[in-house]
């Protein structure tokens, strides 16, 4: 059965340093998705990204950056420079397949001081 | 992306009475999924409904207490039906669009308050 581990429940960082959140995923299938979300205060579920298990190239986009290493099965997320509207909750998700039921990771609550 | 909405956008509502919750989309989608977000958890998927055919629920989500419609491609409603306290969530609609099939947009959700 499909699995995602954020062992990380709260991190707090003084505005910008860098911060990265873990994620690590147990899947059975050799083709699957993962993903990141953020959920800030307002409560609504913003898309990230998305990595295929068959691409293991590295993103980068601004400050957000993404680190996927299937030898560990894990999908790190990096912000540089964190800034006080970085603050929110992050959720790594795995789905192995096509619009198939994602799995929820527990979530890593991100607290950016001034 | 889709744009998503869900009425009510809050409610408080007492014990033993039913509330339903609206979600629209922009576009027209196969694939939308109800999930339940409790107080400081993570999200834990209700059921899938797909257009056309029964809603499929998962473990511990059954349709006397969940009853679901999917009467077209943009539109769903979920029914939280003889509500108690532990009822009390965040509700939140997602869809797959056709174009973009794996990825899940979500709605801005429903905070429910039980009393």
């Known amino acids: 059965a499909q699995k995602v581990t954020q062992a990380q429940t709260e991190i707090s960082v003084v505005e910008k340093e860098d911060v990265t959140l873990d994620c690590v995923y147990e899947?059975?299938?050799?083709?699957?998705?993962l993903f990141w979300y953020k959920q800030p205060p307002s409560g609504e579920l913003v898309f990230l990204i998305r990595?295929?298990?068959?691409?293991?190239q590295n993103e980068i986009s601004g400050r957000y950056s993404w680190n996927f290493q299937k030898s560990t099965s894990s999908f790190n997320f990096t912000i540089t420079a964190s800034q006080v509207v970085d603050s929110a909750v992050y959720f790594c998700?795995?789905?192995?397949?096509?619009?198939?039921?994602?799995?929820f990771g527990p979530g890593t609550r991100l607290s950016v001081l001034p | 992306s889709a744009v998503i909405s869900q009425k009510p956008s809050r409610d408080i509502c007492q014990r033993g009475t039913s509330l339903t919750i609206q979600c629209q989309v922009d576009?027209?989608?196969?694939?939308m999924f109800w999930y339940r977000q409790q107080p400081g958890q993570s999200l834990t998927l209700i059921a899938t409904?797909?257009?056309?055919?029964?809603?499929?629920?998962e473990s511990g989500f059954v349709i006397d207490k969940f009853p679901i419609s999917r009467p077209n491609l943009t539109f769903s409603t979920l029914t939280v039906s003889n509500m108690s306290p532990e009822d009390s969530s965040i509700y939140l609609c997602?869809?797959?669009?056709?174009?973009?099939?794996?990825?899940?947009?979500f709605g801005p959700g429903t905070r429910l308050t039980v009393t």
């Open positions: 899947t059975r299938d050799t083709t699957y998705y």
């Open positions: 990595r295929n298990s068959f691409d293991e």
């Open positions: 576009s027209q989608v196969t694939m």
């Open positions: 997602s869809v797959v669009p056709g174009d973009r099939g794996y990825e899940q947009y």
């Open positions: 409904a797909n257009q056309g055919s029964e809603a499929t629920y």
């Open positions: 998700a795995l789905s192995e397949g096509y619009g198939q039921n994602f799995v």
